[in-house]
């Protein structure tokens, strides 16, 4: 008789046995599986979380102490009301980021985007601003900021969705003397595509743009996600449908010198924020840029406070998992050993028409293999019924358990201020909880585990017994 | 040429205790062979020596001519000898046929039928017959073996008188209708009256009685 055969008839004749091995093995695959399941929803979640938040960092002059940095008095200038005189300085560095290291970069593995900007506040001939909430100095009435860009593409105004480009195209690398505003501004002066605005060169005698005429063409225009809410404080050059994006080079002749060639700050974002060290690494490493000039600041902390709550939920569920299986496999091979104590007539028998130990030990790994092939075909459903509301639980749980933040990530969302712009938010993967289900590796998985505890519980279960010789065995049955 | 020899076995406990001295005998098919000896004189040890679930302190243990250890003692269970027990030792989970089918050769329903067990008896589970019938699927298994050698360790203990003449007798038959070499250990004087050789051990020494 076939060691298959017997295994089966064992099986289905011990009906009573079967069942509590059944259902023994139907509980800890429920929990092995559901474990997996809720490991795989995690570790997806973490991946979801990443990509959804990247990963940011600026790199700036170091103001300082770069060696760099030059600080000049600029002229005297005299309060009309007070009549007193005030000195002022201009400071700025003499290395400056240029468009070909922000190509260099954005070359690097791992970068998203690289943007980086010129401010200037300055005003446009006959363009009608809309009001801002607040007053602003005289000398600034009619001014709005104007920024100057490689690409409007790359910009984070437009990358996290704040502006969407409406009609028109975008600023690119090899514009000059082009310009892209909002909708609502082309709308109030009764301009479109094609047409042109005017502002003036700056001029560091008279303190003013007064210089020579700078015409910019519209190619694009901008609708805002949102504008201030009601009762929002905003000066008049902030007010976002105030806002204009021009080319580098444009940017540059309206600052009037030669100072500001390039950029001071640039803003990277990253596809992996777990790839930020490397990133860096890689940036730094770069040919062309002087790093005495520049300093890094990361900013990872939305992410590690984000990410928190699910890195918890996996060390939970990890721990957990590894408690599953030896807690599954000691009350197994206990069972298993109390069971092969009460066959050790069998056992005696078997060796006694020559059957050999290893094939004994053989059919009681098959005997709890068929049964464990069909209650780890049930767990599919019991783990898909509990996996879900158990995940959510731990998550809920692993939330509870982080440390109160200012920055109410989770339960707000990313965001990220620059300036007076608010960012998008966008919701994160974690807000309505993870998505639990059993998948054909976690299946797959559970058979390899369950595999292992089955192989570790017999042969625990039956060392005892097959080290006696077949003498005593047959003695003990006698 | 003997189907099993013993050549000057010995058999001592680790505690020292000797069981067996030196013992030498041979035992041929188409016999019955009855081994008689008070309790702990050694029968069951001589018995197990035979059947390969031991091995000798000193000495061997001839089948054919070879000794049991040069193929390996499993070897020798599955293919020379056949054991059946006092308490019969049936596996609980299985019918007659099931049992005989452990170890099988032969087809298993003739051989049952023969020893008079009915056909709706032999698909039975073993544990709703009574005991004759329980030794007779015994008997049947070790038949149904085909192996030479069926060595018994008080086959008729747990019988009333009768059962026990007819498993007797069942023995009796597998030897000299089936050529086999049957090895009875008995405390029975009836049964061993049946044998065809006599033997007794008597303080670790194996003698043949004169019947």
């Keep these: 008789m076939s060691i298959f055969k017997r295994a089966f008839l064992y099986v289905t004749r011990k009906r009573g046995k079967t069942i509590l091995l059944f259902a023994i093995l139907l509980i800890m695959a429920t929990f092995v599986l559901t474990g997996l399941s809720i490991w795989k929803a995690s570790e997806a979640a973490q991946l979801d979380l990443r990509q959804s938040l990247g990963g940011k960092f600026d790199v700036f002059v170091d103001w300082s102490n770069s060696p760099y940095v030059v600080k000049e008095p600029v002229k005297d200038e005299v309060d009309e009301e007070t009549g007193k005189t005030s000195s002022s300085f201009l400071m700025y560095s003499t290395v400056q980021f240029t468009p070909e290291n922000i190509t260099a970069i954005k070359g690097v593995s791992g970068v998203k985007y690289c943007s980086a900007r010129q401010d200037n506040l300055l005003p446009f001939d006959g363009l009608s601003l809309f009001p801002g909430t607040i007053s602003t100095d005289a000398k600034y009435q009619g001014y709005t900021k104007v920024l100057g860009v490689c690409n409007t593409e790359d910009d984070e105004l437009f990358t996290t969705g704040t502006l969407t480009l409406a009609e028109g195209r975008h600023i690119s690398d090899n514009d000059t003397h082009v310009a892209i505003i909002s909708q609502d501004l082309a709308e109030r002066n009764e301009l479109k595509i094609g047409d042109y605005l005017t502002a003036h060169r700056y001029s560091v005698e008279d303190q003013g743009f007064t210089g020579p005429e700078i015409r910019v063409q519209i190619i694009g225009l901008f609708t805002p996600h949102a504008v201030e809410q009601f009762g929002e404080t905003v000066t008049t050059y902030d007010k976002i449908q105030n806002r204009v994006f021009v080319d580098l080079q444009t940017s540059k002749e309206f600052d009037g010198g030669e100072i500001n060639y390039g950029f001071s700050a640039l803003h990277v974002t990253i596809d ?171 299946f797959a998985q559970l058979y390899l585990i369950g595999l292992a505890i089955v192989i570790v519980a017999v042969s625990t279960s039956s060392i005892t017994v097959m080290r006696l010789k077949p003498r005593e065995i047959l003695s003990k049955m006698s | 040429m003997p189907t099993l020899e013993l050549k000057n076995v010995s058999y001592a406990y680790e505690k020292g205790k000797a069981v067996l001295q030196n013992v030498s005998g041979a035992l041929e098919t188409g016999k019955m062979y009855a081994i008689l000896g008070p309790s702990g004189s050694g029968k069951t040890t001589l018995l197990s020596l035979l059947g390969g679930l031991d091995v000798p302190t000193q000495g061997s243990v001839l089948f054919d001519g070879e000794d049991i250890t040069t193929k390996g003692l499993e070897h020798h269970r599955r293919s020379h000898i056949s054991l059946i027990f006092q308490s019969y030792n049936l596996i609980d989970y299985m019918t007659p046929v099931e049992n005989v089918w452990l170890t099988a050769k032969l087809d298993a329903a003739p051989i049952l039928e023969r020893l008079g067990l009915e056909q709706d008896e032999i698909t039975r589970n073993v544990l709703k017959l009574s005991g004759g019938q329980q030794q007779r699927v015994a008997i049947a298994r070790a038949l149904a073996s085909n192996a030479p050698v069926i060595l018994a360790d008080e086959p008729t203990g747990n019988l009333d008188a009768d059962t026990a003449e007819e498993i007797t007798a069942i023995l009796k038959e597998s030897a000299h209708t089936f050529g086999k070499c049957v090895v009875v250990v008995t405390h029975s004087g009836e049964v061993a009256k049946q044998a065809d050789v006599v033997l007794e051990i008597k303080r670790g020494h194996l003698k043949e009685r004169e019947m």
Excluded at chain 1, 301 to 322: G, I, K, M, R
Excluded at chain 1, 372 to 395: D, E, K
Excluded at chain 1, 416 to 440: F, H, R, W, Y
């Design chain 1, 272 to 442: 992996d924020p777990q790839d930020m060290a490397r990133v860096v690494a890689e940036v730094k490493a770069l040919p062309g840029i002087d790093w005495k000039a520049f300093t890094v600041e990361v900013d990872n902390e939305t992410y590690e406070n984000a990410a928190a709550p699910l890195a918890t939920l996996n060390e939970l569920v990890v721990t957990l998992l590894v408690v599953i299986i030896v807690v599954s496999a000691i009350i197994l091979a206990l069972i298993l050993t109390l069971w092969t104590k009460t066959r050790i007539h069998e056992i005696g028998v078997f060796l006694s028409v020559g059957i050999r130990k290893s094939a004994i030990i053989g059919q009681y790994l098959i005997e709890v293999l068929l049964i464990a092939v069909l209650a780890f075909g049930l767990s599919y459903f019991t783990s898909n019924t509990i996996a879900g509301q158990i995940g959510n639980h731990l998550l809920e749980q692993s939330m509870q358990t982080e440390p109160e933040d200012d920055n109410d990530v989770v339960s707000v969302a990313a965001s990220v201020e620059i300036g007076a712009d608010n960012l998008v938010q966008k919701p994160l993967p974690t807000e309505n909880g993870i998505q639990v289900s059993v998948g054909l590796d976690n």
